[in-house]
Nanobody, 115 residues
Framework: QGRLVESGGGLVQAGGSLRLSCAGSRTIFSYNTVGWYRQAPGDARELWAYITYDGRANYADSVKGRFTISRDTAKNTVYLQMNNLKPEDTGVYYC?????????WGQGTQVTVSS
């Protein structure tokens, strides 16, 4: 019940778009800040965007202006709209609350951006 489920990744050319989804339980999403984390091969997971329970968003400098995080409270889902994708965006994308909890990690969704 504590895990989150990510979906929506895929292979896309540079400049393309993808929309990721993160589904979880009401227990997890209620009153929690939820973030999207990216893990590139050989690197640690990095927080790239988060959204507070009341809808305030914050982004890493590398994705500002290209990514948009949003949440649908009724569906217990958080989204990450990714536009103008770059090869350096490639990695496995995970969602979790922020700060994260180890028992909430899901399987992630792979995003691959070709040049």
């Amino acid at each position: 019940q504590g895990r989150l489920v990510e979906s929506g990744g895929g292979l896309v050319q540079a400049g393309g778009s993808l929309r990721l989804s993160c589904a979880g339980s009401r227990t997890i999403f209620s009153y929690n800040t939820v973030g999207w984390y990216r893990q590139a091969p050989g690197d640690a997971r990095e927080l790239w965007a988060y959204i507070t329970y009341d809808g305030r968003a914050n982004y890493a400098d590398s994705v500002k202006g290209r990514f948009t995080i949003s949440r649908d409270t009724a569906k217990n889902t958080v989204y990450l709209q990714m536009n103008n994708l770059k090869p350096e965006d490639t990695g496995v994308y995970y969602c979790n609350i922020y700060p994260f909890r180890d028992d909430y990690w899901g399987q992630g969704t792979q995003v691959t951006v070709s040049s």
